[in-house]
């Protein structure tokens, strides 16, 4: 067992892990953040995505022990529980989701893309979102969503 | 899901690096970015008894401009890469190629030096680094060695990093003024290439004056195109292009899998070929 | 962010949906985020072998590693190994193998389960799997469909003597028919396997509650009043004390419409072990362990007069079954059997079905169902029809297709198609499309020998919804019915519950259920809850798929809404000290026409049916009112959909580079809602044109049971489509809707298939197979010049 010490969407915890334990099971079987899914074994369907350290990763691909020192966001943490962020609000006015398994790695994945590029392109938006695998929307909206949600952060900025 | 138990020695150092190797023997397991190594864990395809975890260990990250060439630590992210105003400029080709590698989650993790020692045969930088002859700096118990990528690619999952060794540094020459293209080519944005080529191409006088060409999934390693490269020199129309890189197919045996069989992998090779070289070189 | 919809307004409307706020803030509760008290993991032994014997299986060492309760093989489990059941024996004399939750003494695909362990953990469980010891003999694979039924093949299951599951035959007539035809074309299609690949993956939980022989099961399913019913049947567990609960479901495409051995064993494990028992699935294991869909051989024949009239239809399909039969695995290619002559007026159709085994993952409902088999069949030969007679394809369908003012339309394979208007959708579809420019520009780019040719392909398809009337499922010996049951209760605080059958699983229950019951009961949509999916809650319904949970359901919820203001109108008249007839009813208030000042709002007649102080004589307290509705007929959604396909003769790789669509799912509850579930299916659809198809080597390996092989598609992969819709209102329920959640994966194949065809037919070529991949297309044309 290895003890590590991370803040996940603002609390610290110190715990004690195996080294095999991956960081969405450390997430969700340890410290119950189950907002954070498991679609896949192959680190294709993104549904696990969450940010560590301000950058998107794929938390089925990094061991727990890994993330010792790191602060994580998950879904959860995105917003306070009854805010929104704007990411949130666009997805649910562009109709973004369906079954909403998907939904916690494409809200991520996009924060984390409009960080990097504020104003991106069809393409762009499309290209940034490869990682994260949608079956019900064929991602018409969730591409909606992320230009909305483009507008909303430019217009809160000014 | 669940990888089988290993133990996990984090590395602050090379050398720390080394001694937990050493110490670890046979079953012990390097791990940069891990996004190649964890993925096998999680299958249970691999049951290391020690994960020596080289992820944070500082002199095995950057990009340092040293003049001739550009040296990237190993343990830079493919996402450090893409981006480094220098390799964009210097380097386009191994900037274009990154950036098409996996997806932004995974290239915000995966590293440069891990994705070159893995040497999965699709993958995408590797042709680019045979292609550029870049310089291979390996470290081991005996201090340190530099290795030409034409010796580093020794077949599929296989370079010339020994099991006891660890890469440190990749340093491509530095390109200044080539045109640089990765034409990938794949069933769906989540799939491996069914083939990549690497071009960079330096024009004079509106022709072609220097070639480097690099083919990934033709074989067991990646593959120069040395026939291409030296029929392109005086291009200056499709044509000509498109007629050297006939050559593409040339010693090639490549391998026939669900998305090509021998003969598409080898029309692919010359196709895609002319392509990357006409994107290169401003030709079209 | 709350949406304030005025009442009484609510249908019709693209309000946002009530279940965003808890699943974009990972508020949700997916089956595998239950975690009870003494819980014990399921991990499952699969067979790594299609056929063979299992010739010794000890489950001893697993029961030595730690934290291990038990584990069973066949042998441990005894009578708990309960058989999977099928509830749709098509032909009276189906074969229907025994399909036991863990295999007795044989193993018959790639993924079977052959034993399980249990432990306190899910790490335990795994590492305890590795600790059984197995051998197998292995047998001769089954696997490709022709070959095994030859005389000789290996038999999937000896003891049946066959593998044949079924020849069903329907029609007859073509062959004296065809002689009247100027033209007859034949084609072979082949409609190839398919995985529904969900995003959540399954899971279930089962606990015993007390010590009674009370079972609660959660599971991530579309069905679970269904679920209760036949896991009761088969596991012996009474079925009042079965309650099944399917939470937030991610997903099911006809892929969770089912009853799964995995089920059967967590609720008799629960039971046996006294605690809860919890298994979810590892998405390597669903690839093979979820049924998969299609994978049928079409040999499709068509017949014409020269003019193009067309003549008849013959249909001769063979439709893999997999190893087992399970829920409707072999109705599946019935449902597609009534659609082949889709929208066109023909005097003759001859439809044959056999039914085969191999040594695969059993086949089931995806997507549609048998209907994208069927439209993709037809649509795929009208345009082969229309190059043999050299006419415009959009022509030969105008020529062929039921007129708008033709309807009602009995179809020659027996239908009564009640609406439509196939002018009407194509008309607006042709106009988002630019048809007339694209086929300029198609033109200019075949003169000029462009690398990259272009092609358009056209699909207009119509399909069935909310299988019903139940009789009619009789008929076809269906062993279910097609109603569908909502109650309505106003609580004595005026909030509303509308509890219904439907169980849905990503379509937006919550939201368009209360717009339609808020249309009636003039109730803020905010004011109304959605009780769904709990046999607890909701004990009455036949759940989710086959697009029938608006075409079905939804009347029940508008018929409930009724009967309820009618009781509301004479309590509220009791206490105006009005007659009922003088009562109407505005926004939930009952006034008194012509004098409003006299009311009574709904809130406040509740609480009066609850304290039932001063209520009517004859009537009973408490406010709610239900309704159990057995529709007339089923829906005929319909559409035209456009692709305008661009192909890289150099390299084969294939690009949408428009997609246009335009559907009449009638009349629309939310429209929003609508164009996702076009999207979606749309996708789908164009995944199975593109991308994806599962196979299998000779030895019944799968080649491509993943998410990195099994390739479905990203972001970069699709393009924006362009959606349309036009409303001619169902008369087979009184809402006027049709369906819509299969409508987009049914048109949007044959109209991508079409396109590249359409694309390099001058190159002599007249079919692509699925997936079209780069090699597939470049192969067909090398092979198509090469014959030149």
Not at chain 3, 1 to 29: F, S, Y
Not at chain 3, 80 to 107: E, G, H, I, R, Y
Not at chain 3, 204 to 232: C, F, K, N, Y
């Amino acid at each position: 067992m290895q003890h590590i010490k991370v803040t996940v969407d603002g609390t610290t915890y110190q715990k004690e892990v195996e080294p095999r334990t991956l960081l969405v099971h450390f997430l969700r079987e340890d410290l119950g953040r189950v907002g954070t899914v498991v679609g896949c074994d192959t680190s294709n369907c993104g549904a696990c995505t969450v940010l560590v350290d301000g950058v998107s990763l794929k938390s089925c691909s990094m061991l727990a022990v890994q993330a010792d020192g790191s602060e994580i966001t998950t879904i959860q943490g995105v917003s306070d529980g009854n805010d929104w962020h704007p990411v949130q609000s666009a997805f649910k006015e562009c109709h973004g989701l369906q079954c909403g398994y998907c939904t916690p790695g494409m809200v991520i994945s996009s924060i984390d893309l409009l960080n990097e590029n504020p104003n991106p392109t069809e393409a762009e938006i499309r290209e940034g979102l490869e990682g994260n695998l949608c079956r019900c929307t064929g991602y018409h909206n969730i591409v909606k969503s992320v230009q909305r949600a483009a507008e909303l952060m430019e217009g809160a900025k000014s | 899901m669940i990888p089988v138990a290993f133990d996990y020695k984090k590395a602050s150092s090379v050398e720390d690096a080394l001694a937990a190797l050493a110490e670890g023997g046979e079953d012990a397991k390097l791990m940069g970015g891990g996004q190649s190594l964890v993925p096998v864990l999680r299958l249970r395809l691999n049951a290391p008894s020690v994960v020596v975890d080289c992820s944070s260990i500082p002199e095995l990250k950057g990009i340092k401009d040293e003049g001739g060439k550009i040296v990237i630590g190993a343990g830079t992210t493919h996402h450090a890469v893409m981006n480094d105003p220098a390799v964009k400029s210097s380097l386009k080709v191994l900037a274009d190629a990154t950036a098409s590698v996996a997806d932004p989650q995974i290239r915000h993790r995966g590293t440069l030096g891990g994705a070159l020692a893995h040497s999965d045969p699709r993958a995408d930088q590797p042709p680019v680094a045979l292609a550029l002859d870049a310089e291979f700096t390996i470290a081991g118990a005996t201090g340190q060695r530099c290795v030409a990528a034409a010796d580093f690619f020794q077949g599929p999952f296989e370079t010339a990093v020994g099991p006891d060794e660890i890469l440190v540094s990749i340093a491509f020459p530095k390109l200044d003024g080539w045109g640089g293209h990765y034409e990938k080519f794949n069933r769906a944005a989540q799939a491996w290439s069914i083939i990549g080529v690497a071009a960079a191409v330096r024009m004079e006088g509106g022709k072609i004056a220097e070639a480097r060409i690099g083919l990934t999934n033709v074989g067991g390693t990646p593959h120069r195109a040395s026939a291409v490269e030296q029929a392109l020199v005086g291009a200056s129309s499709i044509a000509e292009v498109e007629a050297a890189s006939m050559y593409a197919s040339d010693n090639l045996s490549p391998f026939a899998d669900e998305d090509a069989d021998v003969d598409y992998r080898l029309h692919l090779a010359r196709v895609l070929t002319a392509r990357s070289v006409a994107k290169a070189a401003g030709i079209s | 962010m709350t949406d304030v919809v005025d009442a009484g307004t609510a249908l019709g409307r693209p309000i946002k949906r009530k279940e965003d706020a808890r699943l974009l803030h990972g508020q949700t509760n997916w089956t595998d985020n239950i975690q009870l008290p003494g819980t014990v993991h399921m991990a499952i032994l699969r067979s790594p072998l299609a056929h063979a014997k299992i010739t010794h299986l000890d489950v001893s060492g697993a029961l030595a590693m730690p934290n291990v309760v038990a584990a069973f093989g066949a042998a441990e489990l005894g009578e708990l190994n309960s058989s999977v059941p099928c509830v749709w024996p098509v032909t009276d004399d189906m074969v229907a193998p025994d399909f036991p939750a863990l295999a007795k003494d044989t193993v018959h695909h790639v993924g079977d389960c052959v034993a399980v362990v249990l432990a306190t953990d899910a790490v335990s469980a795994a590492d305890a799997l590795e600790a059984m010891s197995v051998d197998y003999e292995p047998l001769q694979a089954v696997v490709n469909m022709e070959s095994a039924i030859s005389p000789g093949s290996t038999l999937v299951h000896e003891d049946k003597g066959t593998n044949t599951c079924y020849v069903y035959n329907l029609g007859g007539g073509y062959d004296e028919k065809v002689k009247e035809a100027d033209v007859v074309i034949k084609r072979r299609f082949i409609n190839q396997r398919l995985i529904p690949a969900f995003m959540e993956p399954r899971s279930v939980v089962a606990a015993p509650m007390g010590m009674s022989d009370e079972i609660t099961m959660w599971t991530s399913t579309q069905i679970p009043h269904i679920l209760r019913l036949l896991i009761a049947l088969v596991t012996g567990i009474p079925e009042n004390n079965l309650r099944v609960i399917a939470p937030d479901v991610g997903g099911g495409f006809g892929g969770k419409l089912q009853i799964y051995r995995e089920e059967i064993l967590v609720a008799q494990l629960a039971r046996k072990l006294g605690r809860p028992v919890k298994w979810t699935e590892t998405r390597s294991e669903d690839m093979v362990a979820t049924h998969h869909g299609r994978d049928q051989i079409q040999d499709i024949e068509i017949a014409a007069k020269s003019d193009g009239t067309l003549v008849g239809l013959k249909v001769d399909l063979k439709a893999n079954m997999g190893a087992y039969l399970q829920i409707i695995t072999p109705g599946i290619p019935l449902l597609g059997m009534f659609m082949y002559p889709g929208i066109y007026k023909m005097d003759a159709y001859d439809f044959q079905c056999t039914g085969v085994f191999t040594n695969t993952t059993p086949t089931d409902a995806y997507r549609g169902a048998g209907r994208p088999e069927s439209t993709y069949a037809i649509e795929r030969i009208m345009d082969e029809l229309a190059a043999e007679l050299g006419m415009e394809p959009m022509e030969l369908r105008r020529k062929n297709w039921i007129k708008h003012e033709e309807f009602p339309y009995t179809t020659i394979a027996g239908l009564t198609y009640d609406t439509g208007n196939y002018e009407l959708a194509t008309a607006r579809a042709l106009e988002l499309f630019d048809y007339e420019g694209l086929r300029a520009e198609q033109k200019s780019r075949r003169d000029s020998g462009d690398r990259v040719q272009l092609g358009i392909g056209i699909s207009t398809f119509t399909e069935m919804c909310g299988l019903a009337p139940s009789r009619t499922l009789g008929a076809l010996k269906y062993v279910a019915g097609g109603w569908e049951h909502c109650t309505v209760r106003v609580l004595p605080t005026g909030k509303v519950e509308v509890i219904t059958g439907t169980s849905p699983h990503g379509q937006g229950h919550e939201t368009a259920w209360s717009q339609i019951a808020s249309s009636i009961l003039g109730v803020p949509v905010e004011d109304i809850e959605v009780v769904h999916s709990d046999t607890g809650r909701a004990p009455y319904g036949m759940d989710t798929y086959g697009s029938r949970s608006l075409a079905v359901g939804g009347q029940a919820i508008k018929e409930a809404s009724e009967r309820l203001v009618e009781k509301a109108r004479v309590i509220a008249a009791h206490q105006i000290e009005c007659s009922p007839e003088d009562l109407e009813y505005v926004d939930g208030v009952f006034q008194v026409k012509g004098d409003p000042e006299k009311s009574q709002p709904l809130g406040a007649v509740a609480f009066e049916a609850f304290t039932a102080h001063n209520l009517p004589d004859g009537v009973e307290p408490t406010l709610s009112a239900e309704a159990t509705i057995d529709p007339q007929d089923f829906s005929y959604p319909h559409g035209t959909h456009l692709a305008a396909m661009e192909v890289d003769t150099e390299t084969g790789k294939v690009t949408v580079r428009k997609y246009v669509c335009v559907d009449d799912v009638g009349v629309q509850v939310n429209p929003m809602i609508v164009e996702g579930q076009v999207h979606g299916g749309v996708a789908q659809g164009i995944a199975q044109a593109l991308y994806e198809g599962a196979n299998y080597d000779e030895d019944g390996q799968p080649q491509n049971a993943n998410l990195s092989t099994y390739l479905i598609p990203s972001a970069p992969d699709l393009p924006s489509f362009i959606t349309d819709t036009t409303c001619t209102p169902s008369t087979t329920n009184p809402l006027g809707t049709k369906g819509v959640g299969e409508a987009g994966a049914i048109a949007s194949t044959p109209a991508i298939i079409n396109g590249i065809v359409d694309a390099i037919r001058h190159l002599g070529v007249n079919d692509v197979l699925m997936p079209a991949t780069p090699m597939t297309v470049w192969k067909t044309i090398q092979a198509a010049q090469g014959g030149k």
